[in-house]
């Protein structure tokens, strides 16, 4: 390093530039108040094409950069700017004392400023929605060539509203125009202050002093009546230095120092990935001790499997051979049943029959009481080969193999009310269905055999002249629930659980019919091997409602 470089770098001439650097903007001011005195339409100039330049100088930064720039805040405030820049410089051309637009008086430069002042307004607001987000290029910059176009065409055609009348100042509609853009442009400070860790401070800090010297600018552009008054100077000096803040913050700063606007997020995401890489090689050294945890406890688990297959293949080989143990003790079972069945019925039968010839060939030779123990004989005999029956039919349910398919049970009841149709007919009973059966997954032979004993019951313990039988049904979760409800005889709460035990009658055996008592027993033991149950609800005199389960589909 050079003497020269020591010097350069020193404090005292850092001092020495950050002078200069203040000397400038000043001595640019001082000329500007002199070339106002000389040539007021000269200030004018120089002014408004010092904004045009910074203005489409934005634009050419921000376009240029848009395929690496990842704040698109900055690219929509240049497209806006281009069309700022384009509508300020038709207004140095109308300006008073131009020769360029004739015909036209004081107003046209005036409309023309309120319209790139709307322009700049509406851009500082909408840009802040684009911090985190991008959007169409090719699509806001055609809005914006329609909506400057018409905004042009409505000046020129006389169709905007007017903003200065010759000897009077200005409008109402031009001061209230400045007053609300101006409002506009401070307000859009407020996102720009909350998104300040997407921008350097430099950045921020320029483009709030932009914003409000532009601010106090259009302040002091409300109050001129002649456009080369004071009020008028004041307005453009503060333009010129709200431009500078703008040039300060975007152009310059684009040129000199491009990552501190279009790479910001670069050293954050930099120290970030740092970070992560640290948390990297944290969590890969934990996940490689865990993965060693991890495997001594998956090749002990393996052994213990291993010795669980094992057991499993044993148990399995165990189960299997219990299982045909059990099938064959059932097929044992069955003949022993078909054997008891037909040894002790066919006793009975005979006991029935002689009795009943007895009855029929020497009735004429006993006395009432001989013939009366022949009738309790032959009544015996007939309900003891029920009640082997009734056993026969409730130990096969056990023994069967189950046949569960879905089954339309409306089409069940259908049979089993046309089964029983000499007996509907015969008791004069009314038979409604409430709503038409759903399909379940059942044994469609053992469902029909609970229909008919409960359809027979509910018809034999029936002393109404009208006899009725309402059957139904309601879902309640994975079960349906089915309902038969008649009006007959009723039952005492107290024997509810005695209905359902084989044999049990709660009338005497001659009485209703007779029966053996295990008809109700044989529908519990059907509804317990569909995985439901059954319930009766009654009132004596009134009649009975018996309800049971069934799941949609069988385990």
């Known amino acids: 390093m050079t003497a020269f470089d020591d010097i350069y770098n020193s404090a005292v001439f850092e001092r020495i530039r950050k002078i200069n650097r203040a000397l400038f903007p000043a001595a640019a001011l001082i000329l500007l108040f002199f070339s106002s005195e000389y040539n007021y339409l000269l200030f004018h100039a120089i002014v408004e094409f010092f904004a045009i330049v910074v203005a489409w100088s934005i634009f050419v930064i921000t376009w240029n950069s848009r395929h690496v720039m990842d704040n698109a805040y900055f690219l929509f405030m240049g497209i806006g700017f281009l069309f700022i820049g384009a509508i300020d410089f038709l207004h140095v051309l109308a300006y008073k004392g131009m020769p360029i637009f004739k015909g036209y008086d004081a107003d046209l430069p005036t409309q023309l400023w309120i319209a790139w002042q709307i322009l700049l307004a509406f851009t500082f607001a909408a840009a802040p929605a684009y911090m985190k987000h991008q959007?169409?290029?090719?699509?806001?910059?055609?809005?914006?060539?329609?909506?400057?176009?018409?905004?042009?065409?409505?000046?020129?055609?006389?169709?905007?509203?007017?903003?200065?009348?010759?000897?009077?100042?200005?409008?109402?509609?031009?001061?209230?125009?400045?007053?609300?853009?101006?409002?506009?442009?401070?307000?859009?400070?407020?996102?720009?202050?909350?998104?300040?860790?997407?921008?350097?401070?430099?950045?921020?800090?320029?483009?709030?002093?932009?914003?409000?010297a532009a601010a106090g600018g259009k302040t002091a552009f409300i109050f001129y009546v002649d456009v080369y008054g004071l009020s008028n100077l004041i307005g453009h000096y503060l333009m010129v230095i709200s431009f500078f803040f703008i040039y300060k913050a975007i152009v310059e700063t684009g040129i000199s120092q491009p990552t501190d606007i279009l790479f910001r997020k670069l050293k954050s995401r930099e120290m970030e990935l740092e970070t992560a890489g640290r948390s990297l090689r944290a969590a890969t050294e934990e996940l490689e001790e865990i993965i060693d945890i991890r495997t001594r406890e998956l090749q002990a688990a393996n052994i213990q499997l291993s010795n669980e297959i094992c057991e499993h293949h044993e148990t399995e080989s165990l189960l299997k051979r219990r299982n045909e143990e059990l099938e064959a003790m059932y097929r044992r079972l069955d003949d022993f049943t078909r054997i008891i069945s037909h040894d002790l019925r066919e006793p009975l039968r005979g006991i029935y029959n002689y009795t009943r010839l007895m009855i029929k060939d020497f009735s004429d030779r006993l006395n009432p009481e001989g013939c009366s123990l022949l009738e309790d004989i032959a009544e015996l005999a007939g309900r003891q080969e029920e009640r082997i029956q009734a056993v026969i039919q409730y130990s096969r349910i056990d023994?069967?193999?189950?046949?569960?398919?879905?089954?339309?049970?409306?089409?069940?009841?259908?049979?089993?009310?046309?089964?029983?149709?000499?007996?509907?007919?015969?008791?004069?009973?009314?038979?409604?269905?409430?709503?038409?059966l759903p399909a379940v997954t059942c044994d469609r032979n053992l469902i029909s055999v609970v229909f008919t004993n409960l359809i027979n019951n509910a018809l034999k313990y029936n002393d109404k002249e009208k006899k009725r039988v309402e059957i139904g049904y309601q879902r309640k979760d994975h079960m349906v629930e089915l309902f038969c409800r008649d009006n007959g005889l009723g039952i005492d709460s107290e024997d509810y659980g005695l209905i359902f035990?084989?044999?049990?009658?709660?009338?005497?055996?001659?009485?209703?019919?007779?029966?053996?008592?295990?008809?109700?027993?044989?529908v519990k033991k059907i509804i317990e091997h569909h995985q439901g149950r059954i319930w009766v609800d009654s009132v004596p005199g009134q009649g009975s409602v018996f309800y049971f389960t069934l799941p949609d589909k069988m385990e």
Do not use: N, Q
Request: glycine share 6%; aromatic share 10%.
């Open 135 to 212: 959007f169409d290029e090719k699509a806001v910059v055609t809005l914006y060539a329609i909506v400057c176009s018409f905004l042009v065409l409505f000046i020129f055609k006389g169709w905007f509203p007017h903003c200065f009348i010759e000897g009077a100042g200005l409008t109402p509609f031009k001061k209230i125009t400045e007053i609300l853009t101006s409002v506009v442009i401070l307000a859009s400070l407020i996102p720009l202050w909350r998104s300040s860790h997407l921008f350097s401070r430099k950045v921020i800090k320029m483009t709030t002093y932009g914003l409000l």
């Open 399 to 436: 023994l069967a193999d189950p046949k569960p398919v879905d089954t339309d049970l409306s089409k069940v009841l259908e049979d089993v009310i046309e089964d029983l149709r000499f007996l509907i007919d015969d008791a004069c009973a009314e038979i409604r269905v409430v709503d038409t």
């Open 501 to 522: 035990r084989m044999f049990t009658r709660v009338h005497e055996p001659h009485e209703y019919g007779g029966g053996s008592g295990s008809g109700l027993t044989i």
